[in-house]
């Protein structure tokens, strides 16, 4: 970023831990404030079916979940304080749409990161934050190639996306580049789904 002439700061978090979320919050009071929060940590599992491991399923679970809301909370705690409004975006999937035998763990994850969104939109609504879900379909990215079910199935879901081709990382930013922006200023509660059928 400040190759392009904006300053920026690094802040290393562990999204499981609500203290670190706090602390990359409040990092950004140095420029002025979070105005637009995007929740977007998430893990996948190596192996994840009705049979998933309590350990690997806890600390799924730990990122996709509970990290996603200590974001949020961070977020809108800083803009309640500051009495503005703003966007919280949280990054979901089509999993948690539909569902699959293969992403038990990852699906049911991303399912709550939806119902969290509605919640919390209904919840931060008379504050003027908003805050929406985005729900990718199979997108070229280093998580998609980095485990195997999913990279087994990505042509599988290809076929079946109306565009009959993956997305692009790019194209879920300019999603979300929307749902931040005033464009979307009457926008909330919210999944927004990318290209792919059911």
Known sequence: ????????????????????ADALVDAAGEFGGVDVMVCNAGITLGADGADVAEADYRRLMA????????????????????????????????GGLVGAGFTVAYSTSKGGVILMAKSLADALGPDGIRVNAVCPG???????RSTPDIAQAADGFRQRTPLRRLG???????????????????VTGEPRSSSTAA
């Open 1 to 20: 970023m400040e190759t392009l002439g904006v300053p920026a700061r690094f802040v290393a978090t562990d999204v499981t831990r609500r203290a670190d």
């Open 63 to 94: 990122v996709n979940l509970d990290g996603v809301l200590f974001g949020a909370q961070a977020a809108a705690r800083q803009m309640k304080d500051r009495a503005t409004p703003g966007s919280i975006v949280l990054m979901a999937s089509m």
């Open 168 to 186: 692009q990382p790019s194209e879920i930013g300019d999603a979300v580049a929307y749902l931040g922006s005033e464009l979307s200023g009457y």
């Open 138 to 144: 199979t997108i070229d990215t280093h998580l998609l």
